[in-house]
């Protein structure tokens, strides 16, 4: 059973527009999520994170939205480069963390900007 | 530099014959873990280890085998693969699974390796 799911396997956007990733999740003992980002040929890269007492947490042009009632998240990049070109991951923890820190991820969605 | 590397990057094998997957981290961190990725899976946890001789499993940890007997190296072990574990292997770590309240959960990953069993 995926308890982290990212239904939009790609999405494409136009450089300078906004990137809207999405992420729904099942567990509602999950109290602090990450998006990672990754080149081909590469491992993942940390992005961002927001922990579940928060609803909004920005870095530079990228912000995270969670909706716990929803059991939602999203990232927005804004605005996207075509250097965002990547598979962005959603992953999901529960308290206590010393379950072994276990993140449990997305599928992913593979996001590409366009000039 | 600080950076999380695996060995080899690329490996082909047959069914059967055991295998290692080197993975060391000189960020001196305590947490480590494998996963692999595969299409429409995402990354899922295959083994983690908390600190040196303590080793757990994740999610898919069947026909996989670990160790940490040093902090700094956490090896892959397939004894006996089989082709359903043709995937793309990632390790990571991170300083502290407990400091729950200052660390960022940020793992750090390797570069990959992909293994393709005949």
């Known amino acids: 059973d995926q308890q982290v799911k990212q239904n939009s396997p790609s999405l494409s956007v136009q450089e300078g527009r906004i990137s809207i990733l999405n992420c729904d999740y099942t567990n509602s003992m999950f109290d602090y999520f990450l998006w990672y980002k990754k080149y081909p040929a590469e491992g993942p890269t940390f992005l961002i994170s927001i922990s579940s007492i928060k609803d909004k947490n920005e870095d530079g042009r990228f912000t995270v939205f969670l909706n716990k009632s929803a059991k939602h998240l999203s990232l927005h990049i804004v605005p996207s480069q075509p250097g965002d070109s990547a598979v962005y991951f959603c992953?999901?923890?529960?308290?206590?963390?010393?379950?072994?820190?276990?993140?449990?991820f997305g599928q992913g969605t593979e996001l590409s900007v366009k000039p | 530099e600080a950076q999380v590397t695996q060995n080899p990057r690329y490996l082909i094998t047959v069914t059967g014959k055991k295998l290692t997957v080197t993975c060391s981290q000189n960020m001196n961190h305590e947490y480590m873990s494998w996963y692999r990725q595969d299409p429409g899976l995402g990354l899922r946890q295959i083994y983690y280890?908390?600190?040196?001789?303590?080793?757990d499993k994740g999610d898919v940890p069947e026909g996989y085998k670990v160790s940490r007997k040093e902090k700094r190296n956490f090896p892959l072990i397939l004894e006996s693969p089989s082709p359903n574990q043709t995937s793309l292997y990632f390790c990571?770590?991170?300083?502290?699974?407990?400091?729950?309240?200052?660390?960022?959960?940020?793992?750090?990953f390797g570069p990959g390796t992909r293994l393709t069993v005949l």
């Open positions: 990571a770590s991170s300083l502290s699974a407990d400091v729950r309240g200052v660390s960022t959960d940020t793992q750090y």
């Open positions: 280890s908390m600190n040196v001789e303590v080793t």
């Open positions: 992953a999901a923890s529960a308290f206590p963390y010393n379950q072994g820190g276990k993140l449990i």
